[in-house]
């Protein structure tokens, strides 16, 4: 990756407390906003895909609680995987919305839990 002046940059498994160690230095203790974009790739198996997007929104969580972020924001998709990032999210922040971009496609179940304004 080309350095971008201002941004450091962290290669790493994100739930590595080694990784989750460096990104708390380099925010200087505290985060100011975790974002995660990630996204299982979907089987089309509704199930198997509300499990995998689930775990994968319990490891971000686990990284909110190592980071101590004032905010999070986070790719779901609708339905189960919507409600759990939703239900956890409400349980570590003040203010928790869903955000759909304008430009996602109206079929896709794709949308964002904003969390804002964590509680210590």
Request: hydrophobic fraction near 40%.
């Amino acid at each position: 990756m080309e350095p971008v002046e201002g941004a450091a940059f962290v290669q790493g498994d994100f739930t590595d407390p080694a990784v989750q160690e460096r990104l708390r230095e380099l925010a200087g203790g505290r985060a100011d906003l975790l974002l995660s974009d990630a996204a299982p790739d979907l089987s089309g198996v509704a199930d198997r895909d509300a499990a995998r997007c689930e775990d994968l929104h319990r490891a971000v969580l686990e990284c909110c609680a190592a980071l101590g972020p004032r905010a999070l924001l986070a790719k779901t998709f609708g339905g189960e995987p919507l409600e759990f990032l939703r239900a956890e999210a409400r349980r570590h922040f003040a203010k928790v919305q869903v955000k759909r971009p304008r430009t996602t496609r109206s079929r896709s179940q794709e949308c964002y839990v904003l969390a804002r304004e964590s509680i210590e």
